[in-house]
Nanobody, 126 residues
Framework: QVQLVESGGGLVQPGGSLRLSCAASGFTLDDYAIGWFRQSPGKEREWVSCISSLDGSTYYGDSVAGRFTISRDNAKNTVYLQLNDLKSEDTAVYYC???????????????????WGQGTQVTVSS
């Protein structure tokens, strides 16, 4: 059974940090570029970051560059997203997904991703 499971979300104060995990089962994550998206109520799913499976290149949206870091551990079949210096506007449900390519393609579109996890809630509030 092909499955992606996100974890690591929670409630954190502004300026705090979280590490999100995206664990795969039923397939090998390294066969795909992996992206993180987020979605807030009433808004469209927003692309956050992507990591290529060919060369490990990483990419970030303008709103998170310099604060978030994406990485992968192929031995654990898991991709991570480190969130630092969190702001209230980072509050959203975060999803990981598999690109239809080993490369991250742009503009990043959720419609170009096949498998998705159930999401993990990140709430930044004092």
């Amino acid at each position: 059974q092909v499955q992606l499971v996100e974890s690591g979300g929670g409630l954190v104060q502004p300026g705090g940090s979280l590490r999100l995990s995206c664990a795969a089962s039923g397939f090998t994550l390294d066969d795909y570029a992996i992206g993180w998206f987020r979605q807030s109520p009433g808004k469209e799913r927003e692309w956050v970051s992507c990591i290529s499976s060919l060369d490990g290149s990483t990419y970030y949206g303008d709103s998170v560059a310099g604060r978030f870091t994406i990485s992968r551990d192929n031995a654990k079949n898991t991709v991570y997203l480190q969130l630092n210096d969190l702001k209230s506007e980072d509050t959203a449900v975060y999803y990981c997904g598999t690109e239809r390519s080993r490369l991250c393609r742009f503009p990043a579109r959720a419609s170009e991703y096949d498998y998705w996890g159930q999401g993990t809630q990140v709430t930044v509030s004092s």
